[in-house]
């Protein structure tokens, strides 16, 4: 029986494409991202994954969109424990999802299509974060001149850091950053006298 052009699609063929796509991507980096080997791997026919995605800039993004899921920190938090999240969630991007390989090829920007894609994403995903940050900076709790972005920036890097340096993060290594951020970032509690402002230096004399 012949079903026209606006049936319904399967929603259990995506989820074979994008799994198949999220194995590639794990197992054997970026690289082996491409319609081929998804078809390959998943038993879905290139033509049905190309009436889905029609190429493979196309499928890398709903791969990352799949992959990269960072939900937000609770507002109130204290301070460092919003630090404690981002570290938390770097090391589950890093270790869980991207896998080395992945993570790798974004840092030699060997495959142009995946890192573009991944950018996005994870800036889309960390506009949030950033966001809620300044209004930590607004409201007194950081240091006026902490740049939420930069601050983010240094998270994502203490932990690539940490890896390339020593293969993997050391247990006291999110102690040890958290409490070195705090200290950069003059941390104190709202009600502390002068939070978020640090002293003027007196002039030499």
């Given at each position: 029986m012949h079903q026209g052009p606006g049936r319904p699609r399967n929603p259990a063929v995506g989820e074979r494409i994008l799994q198949a796509a999220l194995d590639l991507l794990r197992g054997?980096?970026?690289?082996?991202l491409t319609i081929d080997a998804v078809?390959?791997?998943?038993?879905?026919?290139?033509?049905?994954?190309?009436?889905?995605?029609?190429?493979r800039r196309a499928l890398i993004a709903a791969t990352l969109d799949e992959l990269v899921e960072v939900s937000t920190p609770a507002p109130d938090l204290p301070m460092?424990?919003?630090?404690?999240?981002?570290?938390?969630e770097v090391r589950r991007l890093v270790e869980d999802r991207l896998g080395r390989g992945g993570t790798a090829a974004v840092m030699a920007e060997s495959d142009p299509d995946f890192t573009t894609a991944l950018r996005h994403v994870?800036?889309?995903?960390?506009?949030?974060?950033?966001?809620?940050?300044?209004?930590?900076?607004?409201?007194?709790a950081l240091d006026r001149s902490v740049d939420p972005g930069a601050l983010v920036g240094l998270l994502l890097g203490a932990y690539l850091a940490a890896v390339l340096q020593d293969g993997q993060a050391a247990e006291e290594w999110e102690d040890s950053t958290v409490q070195?951020?705090?200290r950069g970032a003059d941390v104190r509690p709202p009600d502390a006298p002068g939070?978020?402002?640090r002293p003027r230096r007196q002039g030499r004399t």
């Amino acid at each position: 029986m012949h079903q026209g052009p606006g049936r319904p699609r399967n929603p259990a063929v995506g989820e074979r494409i994008l799994q198949a796509a999220l194995d590639l991507l794990r197992g054997r980096g970026p690289g082996a991202l491409t319609i081929d080997a998804v078809s390959a791997r998943s038993g879905v026919a290139r033509t049905t994954i190309y009436r889905r995605f029609p190429d493979r800039r196309a499928l890398i993004a709903a791969t990352l969109d799949e992959l990269v899921e960072v939900s937000t920190p609770a507002p109130d938090l204290p301070m460092e424990e919003k630090l404690r999240w981002v570290l938390a969630e770097v090391r589950r991007l890093v270790e869980d999802r991207l896998g080395r390989g992945g993570t790798a090829a974004v840092m030699a920007e060997s495959d142009p299509d995946f890192t573009t894609a991944l950018r996005h994403v994870l800036r889309d995903r960390l506009d949030t974060v950033r966001a809620d940050i300044q209004s930590d900076v607004d409201s007194g709790a950081l240091d006026r001149s902490v740049d939420p972005g930069a601050l983010v920036g240094l998270l994502l890097g203490a932990y690539l850091a940490a890896v390339l340096q020593d293969g993997q993060a050391a247990e006291e290594w999110e102690d040890s950053t958290v409490q070195l951020l705090l200290r950069g970032a003059d941390v104190r509690p709202p009600d502390a006298p002068g939070a978020g402002r640090r002293p003027r230096r007196q002039g030499r004399t």
